[in-house]
């Protein structure tokens, strides 16, 4: 094997200065010739000088063309313009072994040294070869040759080129050499690739498992919650991780479900509750929240963005809750009713537990008060409340149907609470009737506040006249009532 191969430009580069060497030594010998017609009048010792310097000068160019192509790190050989090997030079006799310039028939040169086809036990053709395409006129190149010798394969790179004399091939030359390095550098690179490629299949699969893992935790821990605490997997999550965060939080709770419970096996109550929170769930997931836990069948909600989406979550989590109801009376079963509160305000949003058990939470007076007015829906016999927090963070509180329900003391809390009802989802009658006696109504919540019972009074019996399914004006009747009673006995 060569001790250094040479670029394939290096041996381009070789090869034209091999042709110059070549076509130098024509151009001395048709200069000699031409010298020695035009003095064979002279006498014959002038003759004989001049021949001898002829001599001399080609040898020294024939000798100075040797010494280059012993020179060159390639082998080099040169067959005339009958086929018959005419030189070869050291390097040449390294890859293709001994005897070549004793070969009677070139025909036999791929046999006698044996040049295979790459990769096979096939002996390369012999009109492929370069150099025999050079002695028909063509400028040739192949690298698919390899050559057995002494328990070896040696692949060898060869261009093969004509060298002309009077419009026809006079020599060919062929240059070849030896490409071990540059296959093993090619299966090398074939081989990394290859190993590259079964990583990046490995590591696609690696992913493609990280992201069924992190799909399956959001299910146990939603994505939302670990995008607010500033990671994309549930991986990177530490015990103790916690961001402040203003959000609005939305309870929502099925009424008398112990009662409904008690009239189902288990397994029907497994049933009614993932079909409940099944219809549930995309109602706040359409509008950019995420449900932070499930209570049993109570649902807590997390909304970041705005008020307006909780709110809107609610209404339709109650008109999701009508069609439902119609599906449930339909196969027989009677319908439900739920209750719903939303609040707004600071909170901390982290993970509690220990080395072995962790979960992931809310804390907050907020998170409180938003269950505490969900408790509130059944005293007054309303679906929907909001804060007085959640109210003033809508962003257009006329889009809604909302009114005053009341200013209470809620459990744990020393101050009052102002709670309104959001009545978008009742049906339509009720709805109508509602609105048509809002004005009505709310000169009523005003009177009661200047603890104005007798003119209060008359104004909500004027609005149950006109609907008297509200049972917030029914409330305040009877408040009005009692009011009066007690002032009358003081």
Known sequence: ?????????????????????????????????????????????????????????????????????????????????????????????????????????VEDLSETHQIYVAGTNNIYPFDNLPIVRALRGENATADDLEIHQKGKKIPVETWGMPIFEGGKVAFAIAVFQDITERKQAETERQKLIKELFDLNKDLGKSLDAESDLTDAYGRFVPHQFLYLLGYESIIDVNLGDQVQKEMSVLFADIRDFTTLSETMTPQENFNFINAYLSRMEPAITRNRGFIDKYIGDAIMALFSDCADDAVKA??????????????????????????????????????????????????????????????????????????????????????????????????????????????????????????????LYTEAMSLCDRKQFREAGKLFEECLRTNPNDPVARIYLKRCRDWRSLLKGI
Do not use: C, W
Not at 15 to 42: F, G, M, P, Y
Not at 315 to 344: F, K
């Open 1 to 105: 094997m060569l001790e250094e191969q040479p670029s394939r430009e290096q041996l381009l580069l070789e090869i034209e200065r091999l042709r110059q060497q070549v076509e130098d030594l024509k151009e001395e010998k048709a200069d000699l010739e031409i010298l020695l017609e035009t003095t064979a009048e002279h006498s014959d010792t002038v003759e004989s000088e001049l021949r001898y310097r002829a001599l001399q000068a080609v040898r020294e160019g024939e000798i100075k063309l040797a010494q280059f192509l012993e020179a060159i790190p390639v082998g080099v050989a040169v067959l005339d313009s009958q086929g018959k090997p005419y030189y070869i030079n050291h390097a040449g006799e390294q890859l293709l072994g001994q005897g070549v310039l004793t070969l009677n028939k």
């Open 314 to 439: 609610g209404i339709e989590m109650l008109n999701i809750l009508t069609d439902y109801n119609q599906h449930r009376v339909t196969v027989g079963y009677v319908p439900i009713q739920i209750g719903i509160g939303i609040n707004s305000g600071s909170l901390m949003l982290g993970t509690v537990g220990g080395d072995s058990r962790m979960d992931s939470t809310v804390i907050s007076d907020a998170v409180n008060l938003a269950s505490r007015i969900e408790g509130l829906t059944k005293d007054y016999g309303v679906p929907l409340l909001i804060s007085q927090q959640t109210l003033e963070r809508l962003r257009n509180p006329d889009n809604y149907a909302i009114r005053i329900v009341d200013k209470v003391q809620v459990k744990g809390k020393s101050q009052y609470v102002i709670v309104y009802e959001v009545f978008d989802a009742d049906p339509p009658s009720v709805l109508a009737a509602k609105r048509g006696n809002l004005a």
